[in-house]
């Protein structure tokens, strides 16, 4: 799956400059609690959340992060967009729930990541 | 003066041969951390694990460093009225110590324990407060040892092998 396809089934907006859609994502993380979040050693992951302070850029600093969907229509500072720009990191915002985003990838086979 | 060790057996001996003896550092690194600076925490993580992936260590690895790093340096911003990060770079191994300048931990065994927390509304709304900070540094570090006293001051000590 790649973030285009994640774009289309989560009728998401891009918040960031488009850089590379093609990107092959293998696997994703859901959470609202940073701590949890940092369980993702293990391999490269798509993360989605609700947080939108720029701890939440901080942590692609520290784990591999492929992109991150904010879920619940929640739209970050422009800061933070510019933190995920230099970062080349792209960000993602969908108005539906981190519950239903979830599960719509997972029945398209996006699968969790190792933790 | 209450203490905390976790050592990886694999690495018992030099771990400690290492504490015992402090060798000269190839590079070594110094960040002041801030009272709930959370705009800058995480950036002293975030140079050690640069600095680390110059050298050519391995992704996974270099993701266990940052991730124990950044945990502490998170717990000096919001636990602590402010303190220091010393980073110290070898050719195998990382050694980082946390210093600050108090309140102390009033019982280690308990911050331990996975879900345990005194983290503030402040603290909690970034999203941190999960009580799972100190148990992931243990889960990511060759060695762990925390020196508190409740009402002064806390330091915490880690070491990672790169292989």
New interface residues.
């Given amino acids: 799956m790649t973030l285009k396809d994640i774009l289309t089934l989560l009728e998401a907006e891009l918040l960031t400059a488009p850089s590379d859609l093609d990107k092959e994502v293998p696997c994703a993380f859901a959470s609202d609690l940073i701590s949890d979040i940092l369980m993702c050693t293990k391999e490269p992951t798509l993360l989605l959340t609700g947080l939108t302070n720029p701890q939440v850029i901080r942590l692609s600093d520290m784990i591999d992060l492929l992109g991150i969907v904010f879920v619940r229509g929640k739209v970050p500072p422009q800061e933070l967009i510019e933190m995920a720009e230099e970062r080349n990191l792209m960000l993602l915002s969908t108005k539906l729930t981190m519950y239903r985003s979830s599960g719509i990838l997972y029945n398209k086979g996006l699968r969790s990541c190792k933790i | 003066m209450a203490e905390y060790w976790n050592v990886n057996p694999d690495y018992e001996i030099s771990a400690k041969s290492f504490l015992a003896d402090k060798p000269e550092a190839d590079v070594s690194l110094e960040f002041e951390i801030a009272v709930k600076d ?2 800058n ?3 002293g ?2 140079e050690v ?1 640069n600095t680390l992936k110059r050298l050519g260590v391995d ?2 690895i270099l ?2 460093i ?2 124990a790093s ?2 502490a340096e ?1 717990n000096v911003t919001a636990h602590s009225e402010g303190g220091k990060m010393y980073s110290y770079i070898y050719d195998d191994s990382v050694y980082i110590r946390f210093e600050d300048k108090g309140p102390g931990i009033s019982n280690i065994e308990q911050a331990m324990v996975p879900g345990w927390s005194t983290a503030d509304d402040l603290v909690r709304e ?3 407060g ?4 100190l148990p ?1 540094i243990q889960k ?1 570090s060759d060695l762990l040892h925390i020196t508190s006293e409740y009402g002064s001051t806390t330091t915490l000590e880690i070491i990672i092998y790169y292989s």
């Fill in positions: 959370f705009v925490a995480g950036k993580s975030a694990k992704p996974a993701r266990r940052a991730v950044y945990e998170i970034m999203g941190f999960a009580g799972l900070g992931n990511n």
